[in-house]
């Protein structure tokens, strides 16, 4: 059996109670450690195997969860944040289906959300956006063009832009190209809930020169929105004395 488990974005108390119950049950652990903490490794039980996935390659995890599966043990697939965001997880089980194994998936706490947690901000403001965009901008993985940073900006929806802080310039000038505007609120989110996390907010107009002057260039993540200001949003529907729900006349 082989449990792909999201650790979340850094902190180890992050991780979801299932997955935590399965790092503990864990015969084999094969962590993302360039992304994930090795921290996680405490709850391993004694005796269990551990495997780096960051200096190996596909075939050699595959490798791994065969002597695993050959001899009964269980293995548990830790990836940073949640599994299903570029985490590399199908060809992973793409594999496991043509060999029979077993395989389930845990999700995980994703960067985008942890980072808002730390701001105490939502994305969806009612007003001003309502809509949240994951992406990244393309980089040695090709972007459809349909998907490019420029076409997805003139939504001007909430966008948490993943895999690019190193691109910051290019970003920038692909986001005015979209339409948001010079001072449009952004923040740069660097390895959020670790113990050297930093938030930094910017504007759009002023991204390239802040990632230059903090010397950010991985392990981060992009904001962009005006749902970054929290202000001129309208009341929620959700609990306004006027609004009928199914619960509340």
Request: glycine letters at 8%; charged letters at 25%.
């Amino acid at each position: 059996m082989v449990h792909f488990v999201g650790a979340g974005p850094g902190a180890v108390d992050l991780i979801t109670v299932r997955g935590l119950k399965f790092l503990k049950e864990a015969d084999v652990l094969i962590y993302a450690g360039s992304l994930v903490s090795a921290e996680f490794s405490r709850y391993l039980k004694e005796g269990a195997a551990v495997y780096n996935s960051a200096e190996m390659t596909l075939e050699e995890v595959e490798a791994v969860i065969l002597e695993a599966e050959k001899n009964n043990r269980t293995t548990v697939r830790l990836h940073t944040g949640d599994p299903s965001l570029y985490g590399a997880i199908a060809e992973q089980i793409l594999f496991l289906k043509e060999k029979g194994i077993e395989y389930d998936v845990t999700p995980g706490v994703t960067a985008a959300f942890a980072a808002a947690a730390e701001m105490g901000m939502e994305y969806t403001l009612p007003g001003v956006s309502q809509t949240l965009i994951l992406t990244r901008t393309a980089g040695r993985t090709p972007m459809p063009s349909e998907e490019s940073i420029e076409a997805l900006s003139r939504t001007h929806s909430s966008m948490a832009i993943y895999l690019s802080v190193n691109r910051c310039s290019e970003l920038k000038q692909a986001l005015l190209k979209g339409g948001y505007k010079e001072d449009t609120p952004a923040a740069i989110a660097y390895r959020v809930s670790w113990p050297d996390q930093e938030i930094i907010r910017t504007t759009v107009g002023e991204l390239d020169r802040c990632q230059e002057n903090q010397g950010i260039v991985k392990t981060a993540l992009v904001i962009v929105g005006d749902a970054l200001s929290q202000s001129d949003f309208d009341r929620s529907c959700l609990y306004d004395p006027d609004f009928t729900t199914e619960y509340r006349k």
